[in-house]
């Protein structure tokens, strides 16, 4: 398949008419292949008005960007059929990291150039593109596969073209493979090239196996892989460089289990399995953007460091994340709804140097948060609410809990036996039985002329200056000697 970035005369004289109005110009850089390009976008000069790219793709399919990380200010994208560059298909402004622009139905053999207006006088914006492609309607059986060594990559193994360089992948796809019992449908282990694993459907590996299994193997990508009547879905031991996405793992005890490896993103799925998610040993791993259900756990991670958790979405999973003796991790932005369990639906525990933000946790039939045995875990700008306790806080150390909203919980703050943990800046509406409870801790509710909002106070604010006149206390004595009149997170 034939990839080009060139973008036509005819559309970049367009797009030049159209934004001519707009002061900021723009230039950038494209990493990567298509379609897994990083786009850099930057202001360098008032000449030009758009950096562009090009779509040329052998496969049909939907195709978006996603805003990484901006120096805070709009980034325009609009996707044209490059003959016809006067009429976009699609226009998004991106604004925030984390944002994405509308997925573009792309036709296979068409050429498309997408625009991007970067609206600063300084600075860059950094992108990253997907491309879900439409499964081939000509899906064929295929054997089980296994490949060996980098010599393994071979048209009996599946491979429809590549050569295994990072520009010019093997590409294994197009296969359906049922392994009656057998074992794994596809099996990598000692390789060192690269290699894309897409539009697959792998059945009935049989009682402890997985559908998919990568043993030592570096430089490999999993998307749009279904799996179902396995026992496990897709296991990555003892590699790096690996990423899944856009798979659909149901029907199985474990959907992906990833041991001791560098450097792993699982994105982009769809997982209702017993277990969701697990991790353990590893550096480097990125959860984001998956929909998991109906298991015991969502993401189990154990013995990680500097990994991230962030944009899945959780539903009737008895634990929703836990992450246990890991540093240097990140829990953000994740949405739980419907947990049941009466432990936590995000649990970290023995956990350090953890940062736990903008999570949103309701319908918890347990606690909505729970941190133990941990240390320098700073919790912020999460919403905690109709659990038992929202927050709950034991035998910790160096805790930070701050722009938080706890709302509607038997207790909103629960902490005990616990040193250093200061709270400030928080929400704390309509806890029934409490707003915060405390035993057996340092506990700090106001620090420097910050305290919490707290919709049970009674107190008035006489200079109008936002602060009550009198502290709040609660139950154990402790006073928040700055309690605000109004809400700290709105």
Known sequence: MKRSLA?????????????????????????????????????????DNAYTIGIDSAQAGLWWVELVSNDGVLVVVQVYRTDDAKNP????????????SKQVPIAAATSYTVAF????????????????????LEMMPHAPIQIFGNQAFTQENGVVWGSGSESDPYIIQGWTINCKGNGPALMVADTTAHFIVRNVVASDSGQYH????????????????ETYGNELGIIVVSSKDVEVRNCLLGSSRMGIIVQDSLNVRLASSIIDCDMGIQASLCE????EGNSISDGRFGVYGERLSDSIVAHNEFSRCEIAILLAQSQGCSVSSNKVTDGISSTGAICIISDSKCVI????????????MVIHVSTDITVAGNNL????????????TDIVVKMNVFRLNQWGLSVTDTKACVVIGNDFINNMNGQVESSMSQ???????SGNYWSDYTGADADGDGIGDTPYSIASGILDYYPMMQPCTT
């Open 357 to 368: 933000d903008d999570n949103t946790v309701e319908s918890a039939s347990g606690n909505a």
């Open 89 to 100: 298909l699609s226009s998004t402004d991106l604004r925030a990291p984390g944002d994405v």
């Open 117 to 136: 207006i970067y609206s600063g006088s300084q600075g860059s914006a950094t992108l990253r593109e997907h491309f879900l492609g439409q499964p081939s």
């Open 385 to 396: 609410a109709l659990g038992y306790s929202g927050l709950l806080v034991s035998v910790s």
């Open 7 to 47: 973008v036509s005369i005819v559309g970049l004289f367009a797009l030049t008419v159209l934004y001519a109005a707009i002061p900021a110009g723009a230039s950038g850089t494209t990493t990567g292949v298509f379609p897994d390009r990083i786009i850099t976008v930057s202001k360098t000069s008032q000449r």
């Open 443 to 449: 506990l700090a509710l106001s620090i420097e002329g």
């Open 210 to 225: 997985a559908s998919i299994n990568l043993v030592n193997t570096d430089n490999a990508a999993l998307q749009d892989i």
């Open 284 to 287: 480097g791993v990125t959860i």
